[in-house]
């Protein structure tokens, strides 16, 4: 396994020494800060053997980290893989695993500079950190936001979640509508044309559902939001929008949610992904959903939650 | 856990942001490389609750890492933790675990600044990055050995392995002489005084005993070596030294063996800790230990396999 990762690991951008000393050694490049993200995937929580194949296990526990880099603005540099497996893994699901990781990896230019394997008392357990960089003083945080700011997503939601209500019903997803739950794009272009145009004050990666994330931002930044029901884009499968209740709190879309002061013009694409007004900063503490039906309190579902009560 | 963590993650040297981003953002001092090692610590096959201390298996978890930093001469900054805890594991005994991991942390000034937690089905299961600094090229790697070198290391050898024969023969460790198992100490100061005099040419700290760590220098730097048997330091438990099998197989001492160009003076002690020379390294592969019964092949005995076989 080693020798394998080691095999795809080399010569890559800022990785100056990979695998086989006791550290890395990386590059940071001249008046940049480093960016550090860490997650845990573990089988039976964050996915299933039966449920995903192994490509999207190894894409997906990547994906995870890349996009945290992206809410942050920042450029992937290297990724750390610490793998614990149990016995009688096939070789081939290993293989297909790395394949799948080093696969995001080599398309945003990334380099498997390490990591550690064990064996595992039960189940696939994989935690990946991603070091990445921004510019001094530039990275996009949570705590930026402020009252009247204009808030807005990428791309579409609810997309991964209503996937996953579909395999827990036992139906077998086929079409590529579903690519959004197995092989999610991480939004680093997204996030790096935000910082570099100045125009996020505040940012986060859609990882635990919007309603959940929105509460970071407001934590974060000591601010409310009212979100508009209407216009909060759905994911499609097949032909139909999926319900709202996965666009407000479906999790692992790894779109992007940030906040723009109000004098700033958004574009509506930004590298080919939409990009939709969704709501306003307002004082306070309080987060509010606009319908049909006038306001109602918009709750924080996270994600565990809503993933275990479906 | 997290509130627990982030408390204790305020206010590091180098760390802009630690806790409550999507990343942490660190400084890496100008001039400097980035260092990144990942260790993956498991219940059951690094430490068993029955034996160790929830400090005890704190400190190590940390230690391991901060030990990779020290065999490349370089300079902590910043530790993440992935941490997944089994259900009905004791609060104390986590509020014991991450106190013997963050006093390490800050006696080393190093500043817990991430992580993530996660539910283990079976067991505890901690992954341990460490992230650190080294002047541009100045980073000791494993690869600068040379025919004719000196080979010395640090401190004693054999004390933690003789230490997890007696938990495994059922006895219970009581004296000092056992700190070295249950609270190894990163040989930090010493790697930066080798780095400093530019006196190593290739270095790795001991985790997976002498035979096995020596060959990892031996593969990386293309030479052999020739070690001698009565001169390697071996730990006192009690009042007599631990067996010489313990000093050459033995892991989990986290003491630095290194290399020196002939014409070089080590003193015998840096930063308070004994240096000892052991060794030669030579041409070819082969790896030698020099006893009163002649030389004989030195095998690299992994320190997994040495640890079951006792």
Redesign the interface.
């Known amino acids: 396994l080693i020798a394998r990762i080691r095999r795809q690991g080399r010569g890559g951008r800022g990785v ?2 990979g695998i ?9 490049p ?1 008046g940049h ?8 995937s ?4 964050h996915f299933r053997r039966e449920w995903h194949p192994p490509e999207s296990v190894g894409h997906r526990c990547l994906a995870r980290g890349l ?3 992206a ?2 603005g ?1 450029d992937p540099i ?1 990724v ?1 893989l ?1 793998l ?1 497996l149990p016995s009688g893994l096939p070789q081939s699901w290993v293989d297909r695993f790395i394949k799948g990781l080093t696969d995001l990896a080599k398309s945003f230019r990334v380099t498997l ?11 696939v ?1 994989a ?1 990946v ?1 991603v ?2 960089s ?1 510019p001094r003083g530039k ?1 996009i ?3 930026g936001a402020r009252p009247g700011d204009k808030i807005y997503v990428t791309g579409s939601l609810g997309g991964s979640a209503a996937t996953l209500k579909q395999l827990m019903d036992g139906r077998k997803p086929s079409s590529r509508c579903h690519d959004r739950h197995f092989f999610p794009q991480p939004r680093i272009e997204v996030g790096q044309l935000l910082r570099r145009r100045r125009l996020a004050s505040a ?3 859609l990882s635990d559902g919007l309603s959940t994330d929105l509460a970071h931002i407001c934590k ?1 930044s000591s601010v409310g939001a009212e979100m508009w029901a209407n216009v909060i884009p759905r994911a499609t499968i097949g032909n139909a929008p999926v319900a709202l209740e996965f666009g407000l709190h479906g999790g692992e879309d790894y779109e992007l949610l940030f906040a723009t002061r109000p004098k700033e013009t958004v574009p509506r694409q930004l590298g080919r992904v939409a990009v939709t007004e969704v709501g306003r900063v307002i004082r306070g503490r309080g987060m509010f959903l606009l319908g049909e039906n006038g306001p109602t309190v918009l709750q924080a579902q996270g994600w565990e939650h809503f993933r275990k009560a479906r």
Chains 1, 2 share one sequence.
């Open positions: 100056l020494k086989g000393d006791d550290c890395a050694v990386l590059r940071i001249p800060e480093a960016l550090v993200t860490t997650d845990f573990l089988e039976g929580v996009s945290d880099i809410a942050m920042g290297a750390f610490s614990a500079a390490g990591g550690d394997t064990a064996q595992s008392p039960d189940g357990l935690d950190v070091l990445g921004a990275a945080l949570r705590s940012m986060i990666d974060e």
